[in-house]
């Protein structure tokens, strides 16, 4: 679920799949972020999720589970929401 989805997103080939699954505008904003960085789409992919994990606070972590709850992909879907939040909101993760 979740815990192998992290523990394999720094494979490209893991996270150029999560990148295929978003809406575009969200990978987009990925990209455009990544190239502000140097970094590529999968490093940034990376990076974002493993700053989820260690800085989250305890109501994102409520609303993560929330989706994945609802999901029937939960470990793709908390990992498309991780994603989403990092480029949409303004302080992000």
Partial sequence: MLGDLIAQIDRPG???EVLRTLDPAVSVAIDVRAS?????????????VREFVERADDELWFQLLTRMRKAEDPGLVAIQ???EWAVTEKDSV
């Fill in 14 to 16: 893991v996270a150029a």
């Fill in 36 to 48: 502000h960085l140097s970094m590529t789409a999968g490093a940034f992919v990376a990076a974002v």
């Fill in 81 to 83: 929401a991780i994603l």
